[in-house]
């Protein structure tokens, strides 16, 4: 495959092992990256090394000026949220640095301040294979409005974003006319899960005629990633029993520690609105209600306190029923389970979309057909 | 997706299990099938089961006009040998009822005797979205000679075979210019081994930024599918120690019964040439030499004699190291392990060739990038 020259939106936590990994990747080009307060672009590639030490300490954390402010604006463009000092700042991917002047990117000498950061990028877009948005999405439909944005601007190329929640799939879907005219190959939800497990769980599904039962359970040990990953903790806290997202992000910083404390630093989720089940079914894998997403999260241990694992039951054509099983090693952090997929499947999307192929497309719709 | 119009050519163990599996399948349709004495073709839809009816018994076997007539032909066209009367019907696909008048597709009321049935297929083939090989190949080019058959007759469709030999990738890649310029997606290797699992090596990788082993080993129980796939097992022992695709076409039946004797009905293999090595290389995966396929046969037991399972180690972003490893459930048999996923890849296929990827492609390129 040619070179892929791909932009990050957000280096918090995610859009900075994005860049991190990448490194890793033959066929990969950082060519942008911007945050609330900067841009930084260069079509003959970033010096990402020099950008991932400039931004080194990059926080996702809460809100910083009250959830009213988190909560109340609507802003007419996603690059007005993105921009506000409100609520968007608050989770994965829109922290900058507490401290200091000239935080994020505009710390680095690649980087210079911008009041419309993504508005700079699309301006930039015709040479920008793919977009990753590891973005805040507080509000439901922040993620779409930028797909939107981009659309109207008639990108056309890759954007891939790594959503937990189930509810956004469908809002992309109702902008997939818009995307299609556009030329952008929507990937979403590809990250771990959904994501990576998503897509083995569509896999592992390819034994069976039926498939009865796909449970996704997860293990994250994330006592040192811990500051780098307090907006996906806080989303994670929306499913414990009783909580909601609405509650987790009007939570503050002392009251996630007290109840951190509360279960001794191990966290245990059920059922979580996790959209491996709509991407499953999009899919055609089985009906959503047949997926059940759950897991261990333990901050005060960067060992795992449980084994990821999918298991998919079904019956096979002949008539025998089986529980076909993916497991990651324990040594594999989320973090490279969020990241080295994302870049797999931004791989995979600006293959189909050479191809001309649009549209939204889950982990699962890139796999082998059910 | 739009229904998938299908062809099976050969109805022997694969290509009667391909059309078995499909009536589970939303979204596929049996147009056409064929084995080297008639073809049955109605594009409203077959009717499979009268077929599968009709046709049981097929076998795949041994040479029935002894080894001279199995390795000295070489006929001008794929259709030629297809229907000759030499070795070609020896392995799976090519067989025939053994006994009776009017046996193989022709016993069908479905279907007519063809001298031709190849080329039948490819004279409707504008109606046909995808062709599944389920072809004898003791030859090593005679599917890429198919194939070639099919783009000499501009066919703009899917062709998906479900080959372990690594050399027939590289005579496909040969022809890829002219697969491309008819509008072909082939899609090799699709099967269980290759096929399935590649897939799930290529998926599991993804924690890694560099893969330093992968490990297939696989476990079937063949007793009541023994008959019908004596021809997977011929294949099979030219893996063992002391064999070679040769000396295993030129086994008489009761030699291989005899081996099969001394083994006590048990065969284990270690570094098969299956094509998972050059299919992951190919896909950027991994070196060829870092992939390792074993597994053991029993065809005295319908149990796998060891649970078949695909582990992965490498190396993470972070500096750690781990395996990640995907197993099938003991009860999935290895023709639902077969079956299902080349369905699946047959289907995946033909998203990419509707998207006008042609061209050939492994089951790993189908997968997220690496």
Redesign the interface.
Known sequence: ?DDIRFAVLGTGGIGR?TL??SR???GLTAVAACDRNGVAIDHDGLDVDELLEATEGNIASGPQSGPDDASGSTPATPTDDYASDGGAAAVEGGGVKQHGEGAGVVASEQGEPSETPIDDIIAESDAVDAVLLALPNLEHDFIPRVAEHFAAADYEGVMIDVLKRSRVIGMLDDREDLLKASGITFVCGAGATPG?LT??AA??A?????VEEVEIWWGVGLKSGYEDNRGTVREDIAHLDGYDIERAREMSEAEIEALIDEHDGVLEFHDMEHADDVLLERA?VCDAEDVHVGGVLDVRSDEKPTTTTVSVTGR???G??????????????M???V???A??????G???NR???YGVFG?AD?????
């Open positions: 495959m092992r991190d990994v890793h990747k033959d990576f897509g083995a896999l592992a390819q034994s069976f005629v039926e055609g096979t054509f002949d025998e029923r089986g529980t076909n099983t993916f497991e990651l090693d324990d040594a594999t952090s973090e490279a389970n990241n080295g997929p870049l797999g499947y931004l791989k995979a600006v293959r189909n191809a001309g192929h982990p890139l796999m082998p057909g059910f």
